[in-house]
């Protein structure tokens, strides 16, 4: 079996097939087509512990359970957060629901961003996309443990300035002296005045030591591709680069095999993986 993530299988719930109900505290609205939920447990004694790049099943009941992953702090177990795109039934009953609602959690599943085995090294989290959500509770934990990281860099594209997630969050982050925040778009609409072109074109000037880095990545996976490459012109070594890969993930546990990607279940030996423990199939667009 090729290396991966820090792989965790186990279940902070009940037991692997079990949901636990949590309400719905706090609905925002990201951009046209995205949002996000903060949820917490109906046990006011419950805290759900996770680890960044871990995500959930999240069940509508009555209309159905899709995986998304966790968006929010790792380090405040007492509220859960998920930022999810309304792109099917679930989703769409997902965003119709209030504050005071319930869902249905059970999780947290997958492997784990390396933040342990960055420790030492500068850290590029590139995102693009809604694949910034996967990636904020990396931001919060390198944050959390500045002192045990070099240089951090976080590189984010979106296609316009209207799907730019987290925004107020994103402004914040760019006034810190510790962390390297640029964002581009790759088209510029209304009173955008910021970088355009792909976010792979901020690797190249992005101020980090490629012989000590290790490379957090998610997105659109041509994304990752051109990201993979120009990192690597950079002079990092592909085992030093991790990808999120979150497709067709649907019952969590490996079971119904929906996301099988070759020897591999994404939701139980992903979704996170180093680059070279993937890269055969990575490259390969019909698998």
């Not at 959690?105 to 960055?118: D, F, I």
């Not at 976010?199 to 990201?227: H, K, W, Y």
Request: proline letters at 7%; charged letters at 25%; one cysteine or more.
């Amino acid at each position: 079996m090729a290396p991966i993530a820090e792989k965790l299988l186990h279940t902070d719930l009940a037991g692997p097939m079990t949901t636990e109900p949590f309400v719905i505290r706090r609905v925002v609205k990201e951009t046209a087509d995205t949002f996000t939920l903060d949820l917490e447990s109906g046990d006011s004694s419950r805290e759900f512990t996770f680890r960044p790049g871990q995500f959930n099943m999240l069940y509508v009941f009555g209309v159905g359970e899709v995986p998304i992953s966790i968006s929010g702090d790792p380090t405040k177990p007492a509220v859960l957060t998920h930022t999810t795109r309304e792109v099917g039934a679930v989703t769409r009953g997902m965003r119709r629901l209030k504050p005071g609602d319930t869902l249905g959690v059970r999780g947290p599943y997958g492997t784990a961003w390396p933040v342990g085995e960055a420790e030492g090294s500068d850290v590029v989290v590139v995102a693009g996309g809604i694949g910034l959500a996967p990636l904020r509770p990396v931001v919060y934990h390198l944050l959390a443990h500045r002192q045990k990281y070099g240089k951090v860099v976080l590189l984010y594209g979106t296609r316009t300035p209207e799907d730019i997630l987290f925004r107020k969050e994103l402004e914040r982050w760019r006034s810190r002296f510790d962390l390297e925040t640029h964002l581009t778009v790759d088209r510029a609409t209304g009173p955008w005045h910021g970088n355009v072109g792909v976010v792979t074109t901020l690797i190249a000037r992005s101020p980090f030591d490629p012989q000590n880095t290790l490379a957090m990545v998610c997105g659109p996976e041509v994304m990752m591709r051109f990201t993979v490459l120009e990192l690597e012109r950079r002079g990092l070594d592909e085992k030093r680069i991790y990808l999120s890969m979150e497709r067709n993930m649907k019952c969590g546990i490996g079971l119904c095999g929906h996301c099988q990607l070759g020897p591999r279940f994404v939701c139980k030996d992903g979704p996170v993986y180093r680059c070279d423990g993937i890269r055969e199939v990575f490259s390969r667009r019909e698998l």
